[in-house]
């Protein structure tokens, strides 16, 4: 399986953007790059994934690199919801393979 | 019907002692997974099902570790035999076959 690198922390202040890093040198044409996030004493959730073309929800925004080798998860005002533990993964095109995660970003938000 | 449920959300239990936690998905999916997840530590992907069949299985799932989805709706992981190092959160997810996945909470085991 692929694999990612994150920073293991970073803090922001609230009411501010956040621009949460990602790289994935080794990334294969068919992968998917999605990102989780876990809040405390909760299961992780999906926040948003693409392919290639930069990504916008109501969550959040993913910028992928063109190469595809790196991507910035982007919360464009943060709140102290948006405390919590931020996955970058990646997952292959051909089925909803198992997930497999690493130790993720802890993003902490200052009020 | 409105997420994963997972139950019971804590056990304790006596080292020795065997454990069965419960999931059950989202109605319409057909693929579930399993879980487990120690302090400061992403979710370590533990087995997964589609329907009743479990395509999966990680070397983290020992021998004293059983999953099974017999009917393809909910699904049971029993853990035999308890250890102090099976203290864990164990989590339960499901999705369709090619869809993102849904967590449920968690059951938080604590063997002592």
């Given amino acids: 399986d692929a694999k990612t690198t994150q920073p293991n922390s970073m803090e922001s202040n609230e009411e501010e953007p956040v621009h949460l890093p990602c790289n994935h040198s080794t990334i294969s044409g068919t992968d998917y790059i999605h990102w989780y996030r876990q809040l405390p004493s909760q299961g992780p959730e999906y926040v948003i994934h693409g392919l290639t073309s930069n990504v916008n929800n109501r969550m959040a925004s993913l910028a992928i690199a063109e190469d595809r080798k790196s991507s910035t998860l982007i919360l464009h005002r943060a709140t102290l919801r948006d405390a919590a533990v931020y996955y970058c993964i990646l997952r292959p095109y051909s089925s909803a393979s198992k997930i497999i995660f690493g130790s993720g970003t802890r993003l902490s938000i200052r009020p | ?112």
């Fill in chain 2, 1 to 112: 019907d409105t997420g994963v449920s997972q139950n019971p959300r804590h056990k304790i239990t006596k080292r020795g002692q065997n454990v069965t936690f419960r999931c059950d998905p989202i109605s319409e999916h057909n693929r579930l997974y399993w879980y487990r997840q120690t302090l400061g530590q992403g979710p370590e992907f533990l087995t997964y099902f589609q329907n009743e069949a479990q395509l999966e299985k990680s070397r983290l799932l020992s021998d004293r570790f059983s999953a099974e989805r017999p009917k393809g709706s909910f699904s049971t992981l029993e853990i035999q035999r308890t250890e102090q190092g099976d203290s864990a959160m164990y989590l339960c997810a499901s999705s369709l076959e090619t869809g993102n996945a849904f967590f449920g909470q968690g059951t938080r085991l604590t063997v002592v």
